[in-house]
């Protein structure tokens, strides 16, 4: 069974930075693109970057030159370290893995960015 697990979430002020992690079991995790989401509320549920298995990544143009995404695959773990946090960047975010013809997603973990 897929699993993903997210972390790291959490209140800051805007301009500080945090590092979500999502720690993946039940799939070959390096053989997988895997994408980090974001959904605040009253909206849709948007892509914020993903990895390739091969390490090429790729942004949302709202977090380009902010967000850095990357992965551990001996840790089956995936990161995103967000820096220069915005108001806007407010959301649950949500680890993602497309197997076996469908999408697997953990429960999230909250992002509030206020002063």
């Known amino acids: 069974q897929v699993y993903l697990r997210e972390s790291g979430g959490g209140l800051v002020q805007p301009g500080e930075s945090l590092r979500l992690a999502c720690a993946a079991s039940?799939?070959?995790?390096?053989?997988?693109?895997m994408r980090w989401y974001c959904q605040a509320p009253g909206k849709q549920r948007d892509l914020v970057a993903s990895i390739t298995s091969s390490g090429a990544t790729d942004y949302g143009d709202s977090v380009k030159g902010r967000f850095t995404i990357s992965r551990d695959n001996g840790r089956n773990t995936l990161y995103l370290q967000m820096t220069s946090l915005l108001p806007e960047d407010t959301a649950v975010y949500y680890c993602n893995v497309r197997h076996a013809g469908r999408e697997f997603w953990g429960r999230g973990t909250q992002v509030t960015v206020s002063s």
């Open positions: 039940g799939i070959n995790f390096k053989i997988y693109t």
